[in-house]
């Protein structure tokens, strides 16, 4: 039996594509494990966290956040903007803005890591899955983080108040109660911490909007 002439460049052509897209799933997996496993094993110190929370409050934005840069504005047009409201940045999501006053308690550590970052805290759909990877897109319009912390205060032992930013590295152990300004994409309902990997926790904001 013999192959068509027009066959034998069509089959080292598919096997060539086949080889190509093989390669290229390895070198994704080389990376997601390279690159992505500090990532899990920094977030597993709040894997299965649980919140208390004990105050969500609508807030006004922000006063650099009320600026948002309309879809028609030129980037010369955008800048000259700008310069002329000094102190506001580019917002191009409408937010609605919250003071969140939560506790946020760690599971019993049994990693390697014991201390966690509230600055790096944000905010998914109440939907996502746990383990999804951070800042996947879910379809083509919809990235999974929609809130973020804008600024938070450590509650202290003496009953104050104190601002992260002034701490000497924004690391802490076991549980912690913060008071969050968060911005979340405007008409959000409800959504979820995110820790790198790890999901956790549920604030509904439908009854504040």
């Known amino acids: ?24 799933a390895f070198f994704m997996r080389f990376l997601a494990k390279t690159f992505l496993t500090p990532l899990r094993t920094k977030g597993e110190v709040l894997k299965g966290a649980t919140i208390t929370i004990h105050e ?13 840069r309309p879809a028609d ?4 047009q955008w800048e000259a903007t700008l310069a002329e409201e000094e102190g506001y940045r ?24 014991t201390l966690w970052e509230p600055a790096e805290l944000v905010f998914v759909p109440a939907y996502t899955l746990p383990g999804s990877i951070p800042f996947q897109k879910l379809d083509d319009e919809e ?9 938070l205060d450590i509650w202290q032992e003496d009953g104050t108040w104190k ?8 690391k802490y152990d076991g549980p912690q109660r913060l008071r969050l300004l ?14 790198y990997f790890e999901i956790f926790g ?3 904001l439908t009854t504040l909007i």
């Open 182 to 195: 968060i911005g979340v994409d405007e008409g959000t309902s409800s959504v979820r911490f995110r820790y």
């Open 90 to 113: 580019d917002v191009r999501t409408p937010r609605d803005w919250y003071r969140l006053d939560v506790t946020i308690i760690p599971p019993f550590a049994t990693g390697p890591l």
């Open 56 to 68: 969500v409050v609508k807030v006004d934005a922000p006063k650099d956040e009320l600026l948002i």
């Open 163 to 170: 601002l992260e930013e002034d701490s000497e590295d924004g």
């Open 1 to 24: 039996m013999f192959l068509l002439p027009w066959l034998i460049p069509f089959l080292i052509i598919t096997g060539l594509i086949a080889f190509v897209s093989g390669l290229k």
């Open 202 to 204: 549920l604030v509904e």
């Open 73 to 76: 504005l030129s980037d010369e």
């Open 143 to 151: 990235p999974d983080e929609i809130g973020f912390v804008r600024s």
